[in-house]
């Protein structure tokens, strides 16, 4: 088998993600490679890939952020003046590709040049039961105070839960 390679995500990774994304997702779920294209254009973006023998196998959509501000279903990656958190947006994994141990191969070293940056956070929004596997990631359930950021929460349908980890 050929060892997967990690690397920042570019334009010409989209069909990949987007296949990735369908297989995992269904429909629903399933956002546009417009605005995969507006992400990678952010200056917080620092999305990954992973792939083997030229074939996206796993994708990680993250950007800089702050705490408690969540990004809605659809929505762009918005930078701000002075980030402390790095937000986990999408993770997925071809279902082929599951158990391999990819998704870890994504979070760890975003998780350490999160560190490096400064930043002291990583937070996500979990949807379609993935709840426990973040909580085994050391992620844990965070109310939102502020309205418009539970609207925001609110894009992503019945079950979604805002979750933070200390970096």
């Not at 990656?77 to 986990?88: G, I, N, R």
């Not at 349908?157 to 933070?164: F, K, L, Q």
Request: net charge neutral; proline share 6%; aromatic share 8%.
């Amino acid at each position: 088998m050929t060892t997967p390679t990690v690397r920042p995500l570019a334009t010409a990774d989209l069909p990949g993600l987007l296949a990735v994304q369908l297989a995992c997702y269904g429909e629903g779920f399933v956002e546009s490679g417009d605005v995969f294209a507006r992400r990678l254009a952010s200056p917080a973006n620092c999305s990954l890939v992973l792939e083997r023998a030229g074939t996206v196998c796993a994708y990680l959509a993250a950007y800089r952020s702050v705490r408690h501000k969540v990004t809605p279903l659809h929505g762009d990656f918005e930078a701000v003046p002075h980030p402390d958190t790095l937000y986990l947006h999408d993770m997925a994994v071809l279902p082929v590709c599951a158990g391999q141990g990819l998704a870890r191969a994504l979070l760890q070293p975003m998780w350490n040049a999160a560190r490096a940056q400064g930043l002291r956070h990583t937070a996500l929004v979990s949807v379609q039961g993935s709840q426990g596997y973040w909580e085994r990631q050391g992620y844990a359930v965070q109310p939102l105070a502020d309205a418009a950021q539970r609207d925001r929460l609110a894009s992503y349908g019945e079950g979604a839960v805002y979750m933070v980890r200390g970096l």
